[in-house]
């Protein structure tokens, strides 16, 4: 008998479904940090077994929307709702209820599986855990409820079991040598809007967008360009740096990180450009792949 299928993360932003998708697959894949709203592509690992293959998605943090990129977001989260076999619904111990009402009530109605998760026991006491284990039991019924750290990987092997019994009997989705769905380039835009979000302040992060131009593979060495688009002459400016500085900076750390994740040299050449209104126009969202 061979098992596999969908399990979807969702829940609020910063709960740490990034980290929990992180220690269920084990290889980093997904941009972690405190800053909401990182994680705008619906990403897929895949974890394969003998006679299972489980495929995951995590999912943007829950938003309201308000302009089309959210928009765009909440779609892979509806998404996340329906094409799911198991949903992780991870709340953290801090959180004291849903932040997005719509989200909720399609919980309480969706008849797949939820193992509710809640995160981060290792910052609170036994008597809060307690008291939330009780206030979503309440809520949601028929969710299953586990206390993980999913930091520390504590119950995550828990979880894991948990996902294999609810997970329905069918062949493997893809290849299974496979570790993901995206291509090489996708990681290395990936690491380039994480060193952004190391190395700028405010909403700089949030109103670039990271595009790998080409992507070339040599026998010694693979050559990489990429456009950093932002919106408006005086972010150019800010991510530029004086005389180039903080680009020189963003441009080494990702090179390094990207040879180490495709263990082979890399040659990386970073341009910014700006892109007025890139936020707001669909036709730019499909450019940009977030349709
Ligand atoms: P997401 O927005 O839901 O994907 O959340 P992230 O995975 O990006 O995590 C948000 C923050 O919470 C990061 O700083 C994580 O290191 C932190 N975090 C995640 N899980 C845990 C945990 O179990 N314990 C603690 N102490 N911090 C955690
Ligand atoms: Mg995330």
Known sequence: MHKAGFVNIIGSPNVGKSTLMNGLVGERISIITSKHQTTRHRIMGIVNGDDFQIVYSDTPGVLKPHYKLQES??????????????????????????????????????????????????LKDQ????????????????????????????????VFKKII?????????????????KPLRFFVSEIIREKILQNYEKEIPYSCEVVVESYK???????????????????????????????????????????????????????????????????????FGYN
């Open 165 to 181: 019994e609810l997970l329905p009997e069918n062949p493997p989705y893809f290849d299974k040598e496979a570790l993901t769905d």
């Open 73 to 122: 977001m909440m779609n892979f989260v509806s998404l996340a709702l329906t094409d799911a076999d198991v949903i992780l619904f991870v709340t953290d111990i801090f959180e004291n209820e849903m932040n997005h009402p719509e989200t909720f009530e399609r919980l309480q109605k969706t008849s797949t599986p939820i193992l509710l998760l809640i995160n981060k026991i290792d």
């Open 217 to 287: 593979e040599e026998p010694n060495i693979t050559k990489i360009e990429a456009v950093i688009y932002v919106s408006r002459d005086s972010q150019k400016g800010i991510m530029i740096g004086h005389q180039g500085s903080k680009l020189k900076k963003v441009g080494t750390e990702a090179r390094l990180e990207i040879e180490e994740f495709i263990g082979k040299k890399v040659f990386l050449k970073l341009d910014v450009k700006v892109d007025k209104d890139w936020r707001e126009t669909e036709a730019k969202l499909k450019r």
């Open 127 to 158: 008597a809060r855990m307690e008291e939330r284990v009780k206030y979503w039991g309440e809520k949601l019924p028929k969710a299953q409820i586990l206390p993980i750290s999913a930091l520390h990987k504590l119950n995550l092997d828990f």
